[in-house]
């Protein structure tokens, strides 16, 4: 079952969203710091309160969560260079590390983008890092296609 992200849903959150940073920092340690999350309890209440953003969680047994999808509405108007337009960003995917491969990525992708879709987005962004060729893949079979890159030198 995917549903709207809630409060009671804040430990679970927190369980994933350090997976998430484990694998960055594993592949970045010079970018991410093991063991910590992108957001803190405090944060995650004020983004479920957000009325830009939603969080959709795919629950298994009792209130588990299989997995998570980040979303903020970006909304582009009046922009001198640009098309006025909608655009869904996935901030963060998440699925937890006992259920990969069994469909949990796909199902929360198709949601977001019927959600998008329902929206009258124009396009579903997202970004995500070299580090991670698996997610790469997976966004790549999911129909993305890049449109813009960042390029690095590190310097030390």
Not at 2 to 23: C, G, S
Not at 44 to 71: N, S
Not at 119 to 145: D, Q, R
């Amino acid at each position: 079952m995917i549903r709207r992200a809630e409060q009671k849903d804040i430990p679970e959150l927190l369980r994933l969203l350090l997976q998430v940073n484990n694998v960055h920092a594993a592949g970045r340690p010079d970018l991410f710091r093991k063991d910590r999350r992108k957001y803190g309890a405090a944060e995650l209440e004020e983004i479920l309160r957000d009325g830009e953003k939603a969080v959709f969680v795919m629950t298994g047994d009792g209130d588990r969560i299989r997995g998570y999808a980040f979303t903020e509405t970006q909304r582009h108007q009046g922009e001198s260079n640009q098309t006025d337009r909608v655009t869904l960003y996935i901030d963060d995917i998440c699925v937890d590390e006992i259920c990969r491969g069994q469909g949990v990525g796909k199902a929360l992708f198709a949601h977001v983008t019927a959600y998008a879709r329902d929206m009258g987005c124009h396009n579903l962004t997202l970004n995500v890092w070299c580090l991670n060729p698996g997610a790469m893949k997976f966004y790549e079979a999911m129909g993305m296609k890049p449109y813009k890159i960042g390029m690095e030198t590190v310097l030390d």
